[in-house]
């Protein structure tokens, strides 16, 4: 702030300097940079048009349209981006998290710091309404939805909570892990979750929340990131922020054993896993300090993923199945995109042709039909997962075509994968 009348400039101010012999002043803060005139009354000017320098905790996208996404961003508010124009939301906070209802994309949630909840009903065309939560969240919290039913939604409060109606009411899970870092929740098995506390300590329950066991750790450290396997709920992955004796660890027996799998990974902290639904190649990637890294079995080691991302903090990663993209939330050059394989290098699989596969829908029902595909030798493996990640069926198969229900699965958008040893296709459909 400066001036008489002082004239506000922005919060959090990193560095300020004159320029020599003048009363011209620059001030770089989490708004940008700003210049100013120490001897009028003029409000200062900000100079941060076009520079990509934006401090993003989060990015969320909405499964159905691959150009519109919350942001949250430090210090900034939260930002819904949408096809190149941006719109403010939560006014006069610190952007924390975003989360779409992915069987609807009118209905979106956004948070700002220590609990702070709000949602829209209709993609964010009005002001959202601000929830009642409960207390006890940290600055940065967690809020997660069930991978099978839009309706629920977890978050890190004091405790895990749930509720089943969107966020309206909630009802405390009863972990005693005290304040939330982390939740993470079996996409195969929704009563399989695993949390970790700022307190350095990780649990677990495999029946909904009635009963939680304590995870014993490899290693002490702060676990910043938890991911399951998308169709096993024993199979589990931690990221550890902090500089350590390793970073990421995994087991295959719900937590009781760990295996070191940080390989050649910088010393830096992580800050968030995820496993890659539909690979062969146990695809993982990891958001680091120094950006973004991606692990294959086939290589058994984390490579740094793609050009051009710059040196910087990534806060948060995800998969936009829809469009195959992965996104990345930087702590202060904004967020970048990257398209990833479908099929990842050197696991020997052909790529087939996209009409080597038929979908056929049931007349009276579109959520029965019948998948079929040009004959293939040896076992095939279907997978069909929705456009968060979420596998809602996983059968192998000696036939040529197979017969589906999702009669108990939301509306919207899927992927079937079709894969032998040597063969794979992945194709979109739609539920409604």
């Not at 896993?273 to 079995?297: C, H, S």
């Amino acid at each position: 702030e400066f001036g008489n009348p002082y004239f506000y400039v922005h919060s959090d101010h990193h560095d300020m300097m004159f320029l020599p012999n003048s009363n011209e002043v620059f001030s770089v803060n989490d708004g940008g940079v700003f210049k100013g005139d120490a001897s009028t009354d003029i409000p200062w000017s900000d100079l941060s048009s076009g520079l990509a320098i934006t401090q993003y905790y989060n990015v969320s996208g909405t499964p159905q349209n691959p150009g519109k996404l919350i942001l949250g961003a430090q210090d900034n508010d939260i930002a819904i981006y949408d096809d190149d124009k941006f719109k403010g939301e939560n006014p006069g906070s610190d952007g924390i998290e975003g989360l779409w209802d992915y069987s609807d994309s009118n209905i979106a949630w956004s948070c700002s710091q220590n609990g702070s909840l709000n949602r829209t009903l209709n993609g964010f065309r009005t002001p959202s309404k601000e929830l009642d939560t409960p207390s006890g969240a940290p600055f940065i919290w967690e809020l997660e939805i069930h991978p099978t039913n839009p309706n629920i939604i977890y978050g890190g409060f004091g405790d895990v909570y749930i509720s089943t109606d969107r966020g309206d009411n909630w009802t405390n899970l009863n972990s005693d892990i005290g304040s939330v870092e982390f939740i993470s929740i079996a996409p195969s098995n929704p009563n399989v979750i695993y949390v970790s506390g700022k307190n350095g300590i990780v649990k677990k329950t495999i029946n909904g929340g009635k009963a939680w066991t304590n995870i014993d750790l490899p290693i002490l450290g702060f676990v910043k990131s938890i991911e399951v396997h998308p169709t096993n709920p024993s199979e589990v992955y931690i990221a550890y922020s902090g500089y350590l004796n390793g970073r990421v660890f995994k087991s295959i027996d719900g937590g009781d054993t760990w295996t070191n799998i940080s390989g050649s990974l910088p010393n830096v902290p992580a800050h968030k896993i995820i496993y890659k639904t539909g690979t062969n190649d146990g695809e993982l990637y990891l958001a680091t300090d120094l950006g973004v890294y991606y692990w294959r079995n086939s290589i058994n080691d984390w490579v740094r993923l793609g050009k051009n991302l710059p040196n910087v903090i990534v806060h948060d990663i995800e998969i936009h199945y829809a469009s195959n993209k992965l996104r990345a939330a930087t702590f202060g050059r904004g967020v970048w995109e990257i398209y990833i394989d479908v099929e990842p290098s050197g696991t020997g699989s052909e790529e087939l042709k996209n009409d080597s596969i038929s979908i056929i829908s049931s007349s009276e029902n579109s959520k029965f039909f019948t998948i079929k595909w040009n004959p293939l030798n040896d076992d095939k493996n279907i997978i069909i997962y929705n456009i968060i990640g979420t596998v809602v069926k996983d059968i192998t198969t000696k036939r040529n075509e197979e017969f589906m229900d999702l009669s108990n699965h939301a509306t919207g958008v899927y992927i079937v994968r079709l894969s032998n040893k040597q063969k794979v296709i992945t194709k979109k459909f739609i539920v409604k």
